[in-house]
């Protein structure tokens, strides 16, 4: 493949017009996408898509883009479909980003110009130590920088560019797909999988250079309502029970050196309480369930009811209501019985010169349910780093090498078909 040499990159330059575009979703909307604006980067990557030729590419409208580049080879090709998200997360604004190149980085603090206390250093982040002489784009300090994943979206695109303009480069039917309200978690709720149509895939969402993430969290939501006693305050004694000093118990009454995020690692899971509000009168609480292992979601959520139950059985007239909504499921439990998938891609990454990293996930992606919607679903890296903060970055070099595994990817299942 000594043509991938000749190859002018068009990642960086894409990369940097698409995080200025504000695509940042929002977890109390009811709309789908959950803001329209993430249709504004949808549009462009259309028109990109068609200015490239890439003739079928469309947005529907949920905010889906599709598209298709067909197969030129007479073997029989499974279909493959590579996928990113168009949103940014709402943990930090995506408003008014301002991309930085920072060329042949030194090694030095990178000190990010619009807030003077936003300094990215390689004490806080050490992956920044093996990036040294490679060219880093960061924000200027006040949002996110909108790597994750539009680093993903980057590298797609450029891989779709390479592909449409070497005529000569064999390949099967490759489909490209980009989603909304990933991070929000409502990436593929309304995916037409007869109209994506196939066989495989992978996400681009990942991490360092080298990473393949074949195994994430397996995930519950549950939501609680805690009901008081309410009467007026001012002859409240022995009759009024405060729904929110109730429900400050149930907190206070969790573990506070296990079973959390800020207790575990590696494949240990944990129960996290994501919101709370409420009055007097009632008060609501939401929680995420994760482990890697499927079966253990059921003990956790378990154990969280009889916790829930004991605090409220000590206060008269006091009620409650727990429920629980699947989320996702470890991608491993489908990627074990086609483990070619994952493999394709690490002898990828190995052609390209690239040591593969496997990463569990501790969390999700739009792959981990698109593997349980028929198409197993592997996530790649694709250099993002620092992700949902304001010293978030990304290195050229790692998504320009993330392009180069996908050109070696494709030639792979070419080959093995």
Aim: charged content about 25%; proline content about 5%.
């Amino acid at each position: 493949m000594e043509y991938i040499k000749n190859y002018h990159s068009t990642v960086a330059n894409r990369f940097i017009k698409y995080v200025q575009i504000d695509t940042e979703s929002d977890p109390k909307s009811e709309s789908f996408p959950s803001s329209m604006k993430q249709k504004d980067l949808g549009q462009l990557l259309v028109q990109e898509l068609l200015a490239i030729g890439v003739s079928d590419a469309a947005m529907d409208d949920w905010g889906y883009v599709y598209a298709t580049i067909p197969s030129n080879s007479s073997k029989k090709i499974p279909t493959i479909c590579f996928c990113a998200h168009m949103d940014t997360a709402p943990d930090c604004s995506g408003k008014d980003v301002k991309p930085i190149l920072h060329k042949n980085y030194t090694g030095a603090p990178i000190v990010l110009p619009d807030v003077d206390d936003q300094i990215i250093t390689t004490d806080k982040h050490p992956y920044l130590k093996e990036k040294i002489g490679d060219d880093i784009i960061t924000a200027s300090g006040h949002t996110l920088l909108g790597a994750d994943d539009k680093a993903g979206i980057a590298i797609i695109m450029d891989f779709a560019n390479y592909v449409i303009n070497n005529p000569e480069f064999e390949h099967g039917s490759i489909r490209i797909l980009f989603t909304p309200d990933e991070e929000v978690g409502r990436g593929v709720e309304h995916i037409d999988m007869k109209r994506l149509n196939a066989d495989y895939g992978y996400t681009l969402d990942g991490g360092l250079l080298g990473s393949i993430e074949d195994e994430s969290f397996s995930a519950d939501g549950v939501d609680i309502v805690i009901n008081g006693v309410s009467t007026h305050p001012g002859y409240a004694k022995n009759k009024l029970v405060n729904a929110i000093k109730v429900a400050s118990e149930f907190i206070d009454a969790l573990p506070k050196d296990s079973w959390s995020p800020e207790t575990t690692e590696h494949r240990e899971g944990f129960v996290h309480p994501t919101y709370f509000n409420g009055g007097l009168e009632q008060a609501k609480l939401g929680f995420i369930i994760r482990d890697h292992d499927t079966s253990k979601l059921a003990e956790y959520e378990n154990r969280l009811k009889n916790l829930l139950d004991t605090v409220v059985s000590k206060h008269k007239g006091v009620t409650s209501a727990f429920k629980v909504k699947e989320q996702y499921r470890n991608m491993k439990e489908v990627l074990t019985t086609v483990p070619f998938v994952t493999d394709n891609a690490i002898e990828a990454m190995k052609r390209a010169g690239i040591e593969p990293k496997p990463v569990i996930i501790r969390g999700g992606t739009d792959g981990s349910r698109l593997s349980f919607m028929g198409l197993p679903c592997p996530n790649l890296f694709t250099g993002e780093m620092g992700i949902h903060s304001r010293q978030e970055y990304v290195s050229v070099q790692d998504m320009e090498k993330a392009v180069m595994t996908m050109i070696h990817l494709i030639t792979i299942w070419k080959e093995r078909a």
